[in-house]
């Protein structure tokens, strides 16, 4: 930092003789002729409406003779040092920006439970990182491209794009600002890429054997997604629009991706609280859950074994997939994008005849989709958008959401057990949601703190891939229905 100061001001004291030389330039026969006037920076559009005439302007030299004389004069090392100040982003939160101080805070707290406590890294820190990115003052790296239409064609050497009103040119658009690098990447976010490709990774590193050797999880995975719909009402009632609450209400199918993908198609401007509020309980999962969980079961139900599942067959496991995608899609269109990247993804792997493909998916794809889908999300949280009663609302619904979500689950898990002739463990229910494979790991822990010869994990797994696909057809019916 010493070192920029001082070749900062090496650099003001080389400079100040050169700008005092240019106060005086030396003044030819030419230039002592008194030059034609030059045509006006921003030229009129000469014609009748609707087959109107560009003017192409030349730039004139502009004649900063007594400018560059008094700025010579002002020129100082004080000045040069004062202006430095002034452009720091340390300066800009000294001047009232603590909103923007407030955010860095939260993003190093997430980064902290990231990093050390480790919860859910891979997702937390690009998230935390992004968040922590846009609110650094005057850095711009969210920043949206500014344009300007003026009347000239080519204007500094650049030709314009021409812009017609119907058929009225009224102008030419130059590009005044470039957008921030993080603000180009989030058009895959703003546009619906990045989460279908992270279902296609999902898809391609996930099991369905659990789901089609016991299809009754599938109704499990169903009975989760509770949380959606009744925080999507609650919503509703404390004032949030429909589309804002159906955003709202999909964080308690605890999969980010779905999240994302319904509030970029419904409430766009919700999209910072909501990305944070529904990757924040994701990684918090191991400890949300298992008070739920314990609250609803006794002793006796969370120490249930269950049998062991049935083989399922190759044939089985390709033949899923194909089906799923004809279904869902046909019954409703708009899950398509979702459920179609999720089974493709799976196709892949269970066919083993894409091995390159399905491995570039489980890992190069999903490793860099999640990097940028992270970072650009965590972005949207800025300081004027996440400092509000609206977002603080939003994380108390959310929290709601996701635990009626995991309710939901094992409340139908200890109905179905009174009915079902093999026993369930009412704790494979909470697996329902989408934390895939976080939730089913939950279910096994606590199991086996009730008998340690307890064995969940795959019992659980079939609810927890049902709680994907129950969230994408979720947020399929709440874009059908709400979509503009």
């Excluded at 999909?250 to 999209?271: E, F, H, N, Q, R």
Aim: aromatic letters at 8%.
């Amino acid at each position: 930092m010493y070192l920029l100061i001082a070749m900062a001001l090496c650099c003001a004291l080389f400079a100040q003789p050169a700008l005092a030389q240019e106060a005086a330039p030396a003044t030819t026969a030419d230039e002592q002729a008194a030059p034609e006037a030059a045509p006006a920076e921003n030229g009129p559009l000469v014609g009748d409406a609707g087959a109107l005439v560009p003017v192409y302007v030349d730039e004139a030299a502009e004649d900063l003779g007594g400018d560059v004389a008094t700025a010579a004069a002002d020129f100082s090392i004080a000045d040069t040092l004062m202006g430095l100040v002034q452009d720091s982003g340390l300066y800009a939160l000294f001047q009232g920006n603590w909103k923007n101080a407030v955010m860095i805070g939260i993003s190093c707290v997430l980064l902290y439970l990231a990093i050390v406590k480790k919860f859910e890294p891979l997702l937390l820190m690009p998230i935390a990182f992004g968040m922590l990115l846009t609110n650094l003052p005057l850095g711009g790296i969210f920043a949206e491209p500014q344009t300007e239409i003026l009347a000239n064609a080519v204007y500094h050497g650049k030709a314009g794009v021409p812009i017609y009103n119907g058929d009225t040119l009224i102008g030419y658009q130059y590009v005044k600002q470039t957008g921030g690098l993080l603000y180009y990447l989030y058009q895959g976010v703003k546009l619906g890429i990045y989460p279908p490709l992270i279902f296609l990774g999902v898809g391609a590193m996930t099991d369905f054997g659990p789901l089609i050797a016991n299809p009754k999880s599938l109704l499990l995975g169903a009975a989760a997604q509770l949380g959606i719909f009744v925080t999507f009402m609650i919503a509703l009632l404390v004032g949030f629009t429909p589309a804002e609450a159906s955003s709202i209400g999909i964080i308690g199918g605890a999969d980010g991706p779905t999240a994302l993908y319904v509030t970029t198609k419904l409430a766009p401007s919700l999209l910072g609280p909501i990305a944070v509020a529904a990757y924040s309980y994701m990684a918090l999962v191991p400890v949300i859950q298992p008070p739920i969980m314990k609250a609803l079961t006794t002793k006796e139900e969370r120490a249930i074994v269950m049998e062991q599942l049935r083989p399922v067959s190759k044939t089985e496991k390709i033949i899923f997939p194909i089906v799923v995608t004809i279904v869902v899609s046909l019954l409703l269109p708009s899950a398509a994008p979702l459920i179609g990247m999720l089974m493709l993804g799976n196709l892949l792997k269970e066919s083993m005849v894409a091995d390159r493909l399905s491995k570039t998916a489980q890992n190069e794809l999903m490793n860099i989709v999640t990097i940028f889908l992270g970072t650009t999300v965590g972005a949207t949280a800025t300081a004027d958008t996440f400092l509000t009663l609206e977002t603080i609302k939003i994380i108390i619904m959310g929290v709601f959401a996701f635990g009626c979500g995991t309710a939901g689950g094992v409340l139908l898990a200890k109905v179905m057990n009174k009915f079902s002739k093999t026993k369930i463990n009412p704790l494979i229910g909470s697996a329902g949601v989408s934390a895939v494979p976080m939730a089913a790991r939950v279910s096994q822990v606590v199991g086996q703190q009730e008998n340690p010869g307890n064995f969940l994990l795959m019992h659980a797994m079939g609810p927890n891939v049902a709680g994907v696909i129950g969230s994408a057809v979720a947020a399929g019916v709440f874009i059908s229905m709400f979509a503009k």
